[in-house]
């Protein structure tokens, strides 16, 4: 997505998430307030993506551990690095975690709501943390493990399984239980 977005070569904030240990290696080794060239993505599934190129600037470092604003769990996404370029805002990751809300985010000193694009590449996504102040909110289903799309994802051998199979016969049987009070 964030390649998309810098080949339209989008003017506008961009607010994203990608997961990539030698990109994080690589501002830890730089330090903050370190101008580097540096790829991103292409990490996790380098057969659908290659790294972007990027020129960008380390604001923060962290050792990636934060709370989650949704349970309160701990969550951690190793080694973390945030990079600014000249549109966008990059948290970049040494471990993937799940998106669900702005945790990731919020951990890292990036408030959703001062950039005019956020990235949150997840299928589980609580759209509620992000529709404030949203003149839209656009589902994607971007190439790639997290699709939607199982077909894409190019597994061969399954149980069959819908929508995989498109002939499954599905044919339930209710089975009624009481609890102890017969109810």
């Not at 903050?32 to 599934?45: C, E, F, M, P, T």
């Not at 408030?111 to 997840?122: A, C, G, L, N, T």
């Not at 894409?152 to 102890?180: A, E, M, Y």
Request: net charge positive; aromatic share 8%; hydrophobic share 40%.
């Amino acid at each position: 997505i964030l390649r998309a977005l810098v080949k339209a070569d989008c003017r506008r904030s961009i607010l994203a998430p990608i997961v990539d240990p030698p990109a994080v290696e690589a501002a830890f080794r730089a330090g903050v307030g370190a101008k580097l060239r540096v790829s991103v993505g292409g990490q996790i599934d380098p057969r659908r993506f290659e790294p972007l190129p990027l020129e960008a600037t380390v604001t923060m470092l962290s050792d990636g551990r934060f709370r989650s604003e949704s349970h309160g769990d701990e969550w951690n996404a190793g080694k973390t690095a945030v990079l600014k370029t000249l549109h966008a805002t990059v948290v970049v990751t040494t471990r993937a975690v799940h998106l669900y809300d702005r945790s990731l985010f919020l951990a890292h000193g990036q408030y959703p709501d001062q950039f005019d694009v956020v990235v949150v590449k997840s299928p589980h996504c609580q759209h509620r943390f992000f529709n404030e102040g949203a003149a839209c909110v656009i589902c994607v289903d971007a190439p790639g493990s997290s699709s939607a799309n199982l077909k894409s994802l190019g597994h061969l051998h399954c149980q069959p399984l819908f929508p995989l199979v498109q002939n499954i016969v599905w044919d339930p049987k209710p089975r009624i239980f009481f609890t102890s009070s017969g109810r």
